[in-house]
């Protein structure tokens, strides 16, 4: 079998991390970042993915720079054939990816060269795709640009968010890295890769809260599909007066009006006009409460709704 250092950080990197320990073999050597604090109560945590590394009494690096002389020596020394990186959250540079005796392996959440970059499948979603998948690369200095090893195709169901596309991409990527292991155990540097066509390159940016803001001009297909690329984070909001609520699961329903119309019976229904047809709300998150289907909303609510968002 191969020598393996594995680099990664949250919990999708874990639960990639606990199949190949399963289905391959543990690495030789965990690296995810620092500690940091979190919660309200600022405790400082590892990783996912380190916690992982702990409690399996694995060799663990906790760096907030990867590519120090540090890291690099203390990954070069265990003499990997392979870097496995999945979510790590830094970018590895030249000395790092110059340390496997094979090459560095990146997971990546899409079909590569669609969807380069921090949010594969949120914009998958967000851009009304029905297919995603997950690519094994060789990396590269240039981000997600490495030629492909594996790659799988995953459909993307209706109801899906950027959530729930996630789980399903734990088994089918920790498979696709098991396999693309193994692959490189039989064949190794005479392995085939596959480059990528730049003339198809698509980005996908990382998310940030503005994304969770609704234009109520745009179609309510694409509002919806906005909501589900956003869920769990940032997830998007409404908002009036001083009352603010998450949209969690809405549909689209026909309908004609002024954007930003709202339609409302006051007991069973809230509707939202959009620039063509309207978003039916159907399951929200008031602020600092539990998620509620809108008819309890509304059963419970005391204000005053407004006219239009």
């Known amino acids: ?50 916690e992982c590394a702990r409690a399996r009494n694995l ?40 340390a496997p005796c094979l090459f560095p392996l990146n997971l990546h959440g899409s079909l590569l060269p669609a969807y380069r970059g921090a949010a594969p499948m949120q914009w998958a979603i967000w851009n009304g795709e029905t297919t995603t998948g997950v690519s094994v690369q060789r990396m590269v200095k240039k981000m997600d640009a490495g030629d492909i090893l594996l ?5 993307i169901e209706d109801e899906d968010t ?36 730049e003339t198809r390159v698509t980005f996908a940016p990382k998310l940030d809260k503005s994304h969770g803001r609704i234009d109520w001009r745009r179609s309510a297909l694409e509002v919806r599909n906005q909501i589900r690329a956003t869920l769990p984070w ?4 409404i908002a009036w007066d001083s009352f603010t609520m998450k949209v969690l699961e809405a549909r689209v329903e026909r309908g004609e009006g002024k954007a930003g119309t709202l339609v409302t019976d006051g007991k069973t229904f809230l509707h939202v006009q959009c620039g063509n047809g309207r978003l039916a709300l159907t399951q929200i998150q008031p602020a600092n409460k ?20």
């Open 1 to 50: 079998m191969l020598t393996y250092a594995f680099l990664g950080s949250p919990s999708f990197a874990r639960a990639i991390l606990e199949q190949l320990i399963s289905s391959y073999q543990a690495p030789a050597l965990v690296v995810t970042q620092a500690p940091k604090e979190v919660g309200r109560g600022q405790q400082v945590r590892s990783t996912a993915v380190g």
């Open 234 to 237: 940032p997830a998007c909001e």
């Open 162 to 197: 950027a959530g729930t596309l996630l789980q399903k991409m734990v088994p089918v990527g920790g498979s696709l890295l098991v396999d693309s292991l193994r692959l490189l155990e039989r064949e190794g540097e005479k392995v085939c890769l596959m480059p990528q066509d």
């Open 151 to 155: 790659q799988k195709t995953i459909p």
């Open 290 to 309: 539990k998620p509620v289907s809108v008819e309890e909303f509304l059963r419970g609510f005391r204000g005053n709704l407004p006219a239009s968002l």
């Open 59 to 98: 060799p663990v690096i906790e760096t907030e720079d990867v590519n120090s002389a540090e890291s690099v020596a203390r990954i070069t020394a265990t003499k990997p054939d392979v870097l496995v990186v999945v979510a790590f959250g830094q970018r590895l540079k030249a000395d790092l990816l110059k």
